[in-house]
């Protein structure tokens, strides 16, 4: 089989090298991080070690790390309504499906803020949101993704947390996507929790941590034992979070990078649009992730765009969530208002750190290959 090009690191990052041979170590460790023998006290170090590294990453204090089995879990666990107030929850309108599905939160106590044709949160419509229930009594909790994993647009968090704070609430950000593709501090962005996700950045799938800030606390998803400071019940993913930490250690220094991974994002663009003028680079006009861009091509199919991509050799995503057959539209397009016929033609293309030139230049090719077709079919349906 030729050498194909994969493109679709915002679903999953290839296991990098480095982090497959901590993660085989780690494997070795069998005592029960909980036990206080010697082997238990080898497999809690390793914990440890890994706890400070991914806290390097955001800024934050090891011991505000929490281990997850995910970005998912990670985000259900921010968004269990703390007992004692008041809550009322905002999220925006372009956040991943599990912030969407509101935790603990009631739908009657949910408030879904739009987004803009850009697909950046309206902090507008926000601060109103906020300023109504405020005269209500109600407490804000409010969870904005640090950049969308379908669009790559950048996320007003730090405003955000801003006019959050000012109204006596919490904010929570997705940064599962952002993490090792952007700077990310938890203090400079003012968030009180952060998502993260351990194999988006090339590290192993099953592991994911939220990040805690400002003296924020959190209620157990799953109780039982005193793991993780009694936050998350459970026997700790010894290996997996091993992983996680070296994954987080290569992602930081993978942000030099960044600037070198825009230009190969910018060249790809500037080449489907010369293969395709009337295609659409959605979010193109704000500040995105520099891996990510979300084209559509107007009277195509995108689920025809990624097989024929695939058959070519070149991994992508659709614009559209693909679930037991039934294609549904992506509901991030649907809040930026783009008309269901572009949207139906939207592909995400993702890059990372193992994506060069001749990557670029695969997908240029069987892009065009695919237009090329598309008018000629066209042209003998006319």
Known sequence: MSQ????DYNATAPL???????FSEALSLYGNPSSVHAEGRAARAAIEAARVKVA?????????VIFTSGGTEANALAL????GEAWHC????????SVLSGGRFYRETTTQIPATVDGVADLDVLAGELEKHKRGGWRPFVSLMAANNETGAIQPVAEAAHIVHAAGGLLHSDAVQAAGRMPLDIVAIGADMLSLSAHKMGGPKGVGALVLGNGASVEPLIKGGGQERRKRAGTENVAGIVGFGVATELAAADLARAEAIAELRDALEAGALAIAPDAVVLSGRVARLPNTTCIAVPGAKA????????????AVSSGSACSSGKVEASHVLSAMGVAPELAQGAIRV??????GSTDIESFLLAFGELVKRLKQSRKVAA
Do not use: C, K, M, W
């Open 80 to 83: 269990a309504a703390q007992a």
């Open 4 to 7: 194909r090009s994969y493109l």
């Open 303 to 314: 689920e025809t765009l990624v097989i024929g991509l695939d058959l070519a050799g070149v």
């Open 56 to 64: 390097n990453l955001v800024g934050a204090r090891a011991e505000d």
């Open 16 to 22: 990098r090298a480095e982090v497959r041979a901590a």
């Open 350 to 355: 993702s890059l990372g750190f193992g994506t």
């Open 90 to 97: 905002y999220l925006s309108a372009v956040e991943h499906p």
